[in-house]
């Protein structure tokens, strides 16, 4: 009968200090989980100590929890507050690999080249052409390799459209294509030479096509320029005459005109032109007016023309 009491006083002893358990937790006093109530009941004695132990344990957690996320951040707040981060995370991705092509670490240059080859070889063409001259001939081969796949990928894409193109040569977006892929191509860094002068001898023939079936100062302009550089002048003076015919208060074929005559080294053009834009009051970017002002600056002509 003793001990049936015993078993009786226990048990009502550790149900009500479950109750309270569950209720110091519903209280928001114990700090740790409610489960711990259901522990404590369905595990007599070492249930009730766990979480007593779980209890002191969560509270020394918070203190230095609240001591180094609150306090210590708001000691150093003022030195946080002075850290700038950097914009542009991506900003400084070139120059480990210009820096890294320069010094005799063999592992870091090849690591490098590998992860240009992974990520985008376009934005690194120029240090891709610089690695070629790299005294590693792993460096060198990774260089030649992704170079070789630039210049396939544009390959594919001329060829798609120029299948097109030569199906229906009407076709007005793949005209448009055609045009953007050539001045992608022209603007990578792949281009040099002889390729050189046939792209821009095709991308001359693209916009004239287009100028065929839609009358854009920017076309006119475009395809001024790249005559220009071919050096096509008489099919550039008639481009930029129509510019300012149709546009005359458009400052782009006046500057045209003077980069014209610098070409063929006519002064007495470029200070017609240079007429032509006061008397027509044409309005000028800030690039145009230092331009007129480069031109109108000096009657010295042999140092500006070099400069063109």
Same mark, same amino acid.
């Given at each position: ?49 766990? %979480? ?10 918070? @203190?230095?929890?609240? =001591?180094? #996320? +609150? !306090? ?64 590693? %001939? ?10 070789? @796949?630039?210049?396939? =990928?544009? #390959? +594919? !894409? ?151």
């Amino acid at each position: 009968m003793t001990l049936a009491w015993a078993v009786a006083i226990f048990l009502i002893v550790h149900v009500v200090i479950c109750v309270l358990v569950y209720i110091l937790s519903m209280a928001g006093v114990l700090k740790c989980s409610r489960l711990s109530a259901v522990i404590a009941l369905f595990v007599p004695v070492w249930g009730i100590l766990c %979480t007593v132990i779980l209890e002191v344990k969560t509270r020394r957690g918070s @203190e230095a929890s609240r =001591e180094v #996320d +609150i !306090e210590k951040m708001l000691t150093n707040d003022e030195i946080h507050r002075s850290i700038l981060m950097d914009e542009d995370a991506g900003a400084d991705t070139v120059v480990p690999l210009e820096e890294a092509l320069l010094v005799n670490d063999v592992s870091t240059r090849r690591e490098l080249m590998m992860d240009v080859m992974y990520a985008d070889p376009g934005d690194y063409v120029s240090q891709l052409q610089s690695a070629r001259m790299n005294d590693d %001939t792993e460096v060198v081969h990774y260089a030649v390799t992704a170079l070789v @796949e630039l210049q396939k =990928e544009y #390959d +594919i !894409e001329f060829q798609r459209l120029e299948r097109i193109l030569a199906l229906d040569p009407d076709d007005g977006a793949a005209l448009s294509e055609i045009i953007s892929l050539t001045e992608r191509y022209l603007e990578s860094g792949l281009v040099e030479g002889n390729l050189m002068d046939i792209q821009l001898v095709n991308y001359s023939g693209y916009l004239e096509k287009k100028l065929e079936k839609t009358e854009s100062v920017v076309l006119r302009a475009k395809k001024a320029a790249a005559d220009l550089k071919l050096r096509e002048f008489g099919s550039a003076y008639e481009g930029i005459l129509k510019m300012i015919e149709l546009w005359p208060r458009d400052e782009r074929g006046y500057l045209l005109f003077i980069k014209y005559f610098a070409l063929v080294k006519d002064r007495a053009g470029i200070d017609h032109v240079l007429k032509m834009i006061s008397e027509n009051n044409v309005y000028l970017s800030p690039s145009g007016r230092g331009e007129v002002s480069f031109w109108a600056g000096s009657p010295d002509y042999s140092e500006k023309a070099a400069a063109v």
